[in-house]
């Protein structure tokens, strides 16, 4: 037990004082000791493992002049150790191989046939990614899925993924061809409103990250800790119903938010306006075009931002009487509503909801692109999952 703790204890100020270099490059071990508050010469025996394990270099001691050095800036050694990242979507896997200091160093698109998601993920990690990367560089993978990610029953559940490819033994597949290698599984949302926490320095301890992808997911952090992990099983906001006679949704349940503002319902919309627009030769709208036109000032793409407002916005004002967050971040393809959504959703939140919450409530778009997904994969894996006093091999992380 004793030992146990003292793993934990060494782990987590290894991670600390891994993070303060990134925060600062270049810091000094000096530094290092005041911002942790750990001791000298602890501090000095930890930097000397990560210099060893290939996390860090000490920039001062690393240069072979002699003259004018500083013996003591610590910075992050990149092209040395790795995350693989594969998003799994309806009909493509996305492979990122990710430093974990922040950098793509390789990228690959994978169109499904008949493999599972499973049996295709392993098929690219052992005949593509170990090809290209020794083993002992690459830390662990994540797995980024838009979906519902059951830890106890090890199951995956997912209303947008291809259900055919997405088999019950998706789990045994998994751990049965990844037995060296850790792998998390982790829900897409999560993964992007981290990277917005982290990438993006979010301060607020209490923050909902709304994502607007082929779906609709919220990312809760409660005092700086992500709700439920990265699983979405405690939120699952894309199915709250803002219409319970509406249209029926995969999910089971009727007039989920997803169904009826998601991308796939704004051409109806646009065409009930009766408003002429040049949008209705489009077959496929998107966020993107409803936020460009509306603010050239199309009509009827106004009227569309204003029905999505009008379903949004109670369900939003909900969210914030249940957890109250103090700030919302709308992040992936939301942001292309642009600008007149968001004033149109700051205004109506004035009157909607329960106002002492929602007087000092601040909504903005996310401030990262749309990679943002696969960073933030890696660091929480690195983060969350990754441990420095353990063997990482056979092990498989839910969220
Ligand atoms: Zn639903």
Not at 227 to 232: D, K, P, R, V
């Amino acid at each position: 037990m004793k030992l146990v703790n003292q793993q934990l204890i060494k782990n987590n100020n290894l991670k600390l004082l891994y993070n303060l270099i990134h925060q600062e490059q270049g810091i000094s071990r000096t530094q290092l000791a005041r911002l942790s508050q750990l001791s000298k010469t602890t501090v000095s025996s930890l930097v000397d493992e990560l210099i060893e394990r290939n996390f860090i270099y000490d920039s001062g001691t690393e240069e072979n002049g002699a003259i004018g050095r500083n013996p003591n800036s610590l910075q992050l050694k990149s092209g040395e150790l790795y995350v693989v990242v594969m998003r799994w979507s309806e009909r493509e896997i996305e492979t990122q191989v990710i430093d974990i200091c922040g950098s793509t160093v390789f990228q690959l698109l994978t169109v499904l046939g008949s493999r599972s998601y499973g049996e295709e993920s392993a098929q690219i990690f052992f005949h593509t990614i170990l090809e290209e990367f020794p083993s002992q560089q690459l830390l662990g993978i994540s797995i980024v899925i838009p979906a519902m990610i059951d830890g106890e029953r090890e199951e995956i559940f997912s209303t947008t993924l291809n259900p055919s490819l997405l088999t019950p033994d998706t789990i045994s597949i998994l751990r049965r061809n990844f037995s060296q290698f850790p792998v998390a599984l982790l829900n897409d949302t999560a993964c992007t409103a981290y990277a917005e926490k982290i990438y993006a320095r979010v301060s607020e301890q209490d923050f909902a990250f709304i994502n607007f992808d082929k779906g609709i997911g919220a990312t809760l952090f409660i005092r700086n800790v992500m709700l439920g992990q990265a699983t979405a099983s405690y939120t699952q906001f894309g199915h709250y119903s803002v219409n319970p006679k509406g249209r029926l949704c995969s999910c089971g349940n009727h007039g989920c938010l997803e169904i009826t503002i998601g991308e796939d319902a704004l051409r109806e919309q646009l065409l009930k306006t009766g408003t002429p627009t040049p949008l209705t030769a489009l077959l496929e709208l998107t966020y993107a075009d409803l936020g460009t036109s509306a603010t050239y000032g199309d009509a009827a793409a106004q009227k569309v931002i204003q029905y999505i407002v009008e379903n949004f916005s109670p369900a939003l004002a909900n969210l914030v009487c249940l957890v109250h967050p103090k700030l919302i971040i709308i992040g992936g393809r939301g942001k292309e509503l642009g600008a007149v959504f968001l004033e149109e959703l700051q205004k109506s939140l004035k009157t909607t909801g329960f106002q002492k919450m929602m007087s000092s409530l601040q909504v903005r778009y996310g401030m990262l692109d749309s990679d943002a997904c696969f960073k933030g994969a890696m660091k929480y894996f690195f983060d969350i999952h990754f441990d420095f006093t353990q063997t990482m091999t056979a092990k498989i992380f839910f969220g």
